[in-house]
């Protein structure tokens, strides 16, 4: 403890990014031999539904794009804990003893110092984008036979439709927080139940960002699975019309 006090901020920084790289460099060296041996079980598995054969080694291409992702990844999630080191005293952001999470939390705002709403913008903008899309751009590619730019904003729109479920599902987070405790903490005593709960309520904030990352990667993983389905089913429909 008494050596880390000594750091500079650089040193810190340098310090949460090779946090950060020891989780990384691991998990993409697992992910590539994980990815070549499903990718061999996979193409065994297609060729014996189609009768296609299927290289299964992994491209350099998306080799490349793994080691791209390994590396932004864990620079883009040191981000928050990096602010979150300096908005505190070196003291603070390294006592891991003491719970960082606030029960309660005050915010007071003047009328005077409001400035422009970003989150509104955003979602402004976001919709005019949609908007835009819907009416203009898809009449655009049927008018025009485009048929890669059709498929391309029907695949935004779904992947659009995922993401406003997934951001609908916080709603009932607390209502999922109170089923979960009930049915795992239904023979404890209601003081049990009740301090369970408080403590939800105080990580609710974090607890939200795991919901989300959780839902969207659950989302993306069936998205692919059934377009995945689809594409078969359209190679076995395609074989079965070409053999008569």
């Not at 795991?210 to 359209?234: H, R």
Request: a positive charge; proline letters at 2%; hydrophobic letters at 55%.
């Amino acid at each position: 403890m008494m050596l880390i006090l000594t750091l500079t901020l650089i040193a810190l920084l340098q310090l949460l990014l090779i946090q950060a790289f020891t989780y990384a460099v691991p998990a993409w060296f697992v992910g590539i031999v994980l990815a070549e041996i499903l990718s061999f079980l996979a193409s065994i598995y297609f060729k014996y539904l189609t009768g296609i054969p299927l290289s299964a080694n992994l491209t350099l291409k998306g080799i490349i794009y793994a080691t791209i992702l390994g590396i932004v990844i864990p620079i883009i999630s040191s981000i928050l804990p990096i602010r979150q080191a300096l908005t505190k005293n070196l003291h603070d952001s390294i006592d891991v003893r003491r719970s960082k999470t606030k029960a309660v939390e005050m915010k007071v705002e003047r009328s005077e110092d409001g400035g422009v709403s970003w989150t509104l913008i955003s979602v402004g903008l976001c919709l005019t984008i949609f908007g835009f899309s819907i009416y203009y751009v898809i009449p655009l590619s049927l008018l025009s036979e485009k048929l890669t730019l059709l498929l391309n904003m029907f695949f935004l729109l779904l992947i659009m439709m995922l993401l406003g479920l997934v951001m609908l599902s916080l709603n009932l987070q607390f209502l999922i927080e109170r089923f979960v405790v009930a049915i795992c903490l239904w023979w404890e005593k209601s003081a049990i139940t009740n301090v369970v709960l408080k403590n939800l309520v105080a990580h609710r904030k974090r607890n939200r960002q795991t919901t989300m990352m959780y839902a969207i990667s659950l989302g993306f993983i069936i998205f692919i699975y059934v377009s995945y389905d689809v594409q078969i089913k359209s190679i076995l429909y395609q074989n079965q019309q070409q053999s008569g």
